[in-house]
Nanobody
């Protein structure tokens, strides 16, 4: 069983930056692919980024590639999402997830409760 708790969301102006964190419980954190997804009101949950257990592989959606960076610290059981050059269309609830796959919600077994990111002037 893995419990995930996100933090770091908030209100930011367009062009600004935020760093999301996701702290995981359990001793097997490094075995999991960790992903970030987001869901805007009235829209389906969409893939944002994922990172392999050893950090040697990462994957990003087209909409965030070059602006967002996913990273992890297995010693701290934490995964991060650095978000730069934020746009209003990045506004959503952001979820972290732990699982065995990469870009499909069905690949992930454990989910956090989500943290709101609002990009607005």
């Amino acid at each position: 069983q893995v419990q995930l708790v996100e933090s770091g969301g908030g209100l930011v102006q367009p062009g600004g930056s935020l760093r999301l964190s996701c702290a995981a419980s359990g001793r097997t954190f490094s075995r999991y692919v960790m992903g970030w997804f987001r869901q805007a009101p009235g829209k389906e949950r969409e893939f944002v980024a994922a990172i392999s257990g050893s950090s040697d592989n990462t994957l990003y959606s087209r909409s965030v590639k070059g602006r967002f960076t996913i990273s992890r610290d297995n010693a701290k059981n934490t995964v991060y999402l650095q978000m730069n050059s934020l746009k209003p269309e990045d506004t959503a609830v952001y979820y972290c997830a732990a699982g065995g796959g990469f870009n499909l919600p069905s690949d992930y077994d454990y989910w956090g409760q989500g943290t709101q990111v609002t990009v607005s002037s």
